[in-house]
């Protein structure tokens, strides 16, 4: 009888793979027409070589395939023995901050993390989003900025839920024509105090970690 109902509600996913890999791919389109275009992580595949001749990748941040001496906070090297955060530069409050997106009456949070993502990738390169709960919540009074532009009126402050992501693969790029930023950096927790002002600082610190 065991066995019977087994073989009853059996299903062979074999059939089904295709579709499911398909449907789990993350912005793939990207790689289409790269001749390297591979089911690998091409991003921990050797892309230079220095003068002693080691070997480094581009694109990763692993610990033994980033250059250590890289001295460029826009690098994805850059402080390669520690974990760091992607900040922005606010080119209207000359402050930097965390990548910020608006989130419109009836979005989702996944929805409006997507839309950011994509507004600074352009789907180059990906992310992969952890966690379905903010890790810090945060309520602050409109800039003078922000209270002139005509889609805030009647409201009173602005409500900010902050989540993590990890970079998932291709080369960092950025083009900030349309948004409120000019430049970025990775930046390490340990440095993020010389980035963020006292109060920003304060609110954020907790919610990062060192490795």
Sequence with gaps: MRSKIMNEYFCNTKQYMEEIEETAKMN???FADNLLNSRMNMDNYATHKNEDGSEYCAASKHFSK???????PRSLHYAGEDRVYLMLHNKYTDKWEFPTGK???GQSFMRAKQNLFVEYSANKWQVKFYASIPLVHTIRD????EKEDPWNEGYRGVRTYFFGAHHFRGLPEFDFEGTDHDDWAW???R???EYMDEEYHKIFIDATFTR
């Design 191 to 193: 440095k993020l105090n």
């Design 28 to 30: 793939e389109d990207i």
């Design 187 to 189: 930046v390490p927790k």
């Design 66 to 72: 980033v250059d250590p001496e890289c001295p460029d």
């Design 103 to 105: 989130m419109m009456l």
């Design 142 to 145: 409109m800039t003078e900025a």
